[in-house]
């Protein structure tokens, strides 16, 4: 089965099972960047952000922030670290969140700055953010060179 990501392709309602994940999972590894996002908006006017994002170990996701939007991030299976940092790009905090752990959920505040590393093959999380879709500028990407 291969995952269409087209949002607006169901009509009332959505069931995401292992088979889903597991094909989207299987699309973040043959990605050369080893992530496979799949929009959940259900229509061409909704102005939200909620999205299934697989990932493998090995995919780079730079340091980051969203100065529009906290972020809800919610683990579906697998596990990851959510690294936050400092202005200079000093790591601060370092939250393990695995199937199993204690920690499901994370709300990143907006302007925070942080990145995920992947540590488990088929690793699926949800994001949430509000309002639409907006790349991220040079000016919210962090170099720490």
Request: hydrophobic share 35%.
């Amino acid at each position: 089965m291969t995952v269409e990501n087209h949002c607006f392709s169901f009509v009332s309602f959505m069931v995401i099972d292992e088979k889903f994940l597991d094909s989207l999972s299987e699309q973040a590894r043959s990605n050369p960047r080893l992530r496979q996002s799949f929009d959940l908006r259900t229509t061409p006017n909704d102005g939200s952000q909620r999205m299934l994002n697989a990932l493998e170990p090995g995919t780079v996701m730079p340091i980051h922030r969203h100065r529009n939007s906290s972020e809800t991030v919610v683990l579906l299976r697998g596990s990851f670290r959510e690294l936050f940092y400092d202005d200079d790009g000093s790591l601060t905090e370092d939250v393990l969140v695995k199937d199993g752990g204690t920690n499901k959920v994370l709300q990143v505040e907006k302007g925070r700055w942080h990145s995920l590393e992947c540590l488990e093959p088929g690793t699926v999380i949800f994001e949430a953010k509000d309002g639409a879709y907006e790349p991220l500028k040079d000016i919210d990407i962090l170099d720490k060179h």
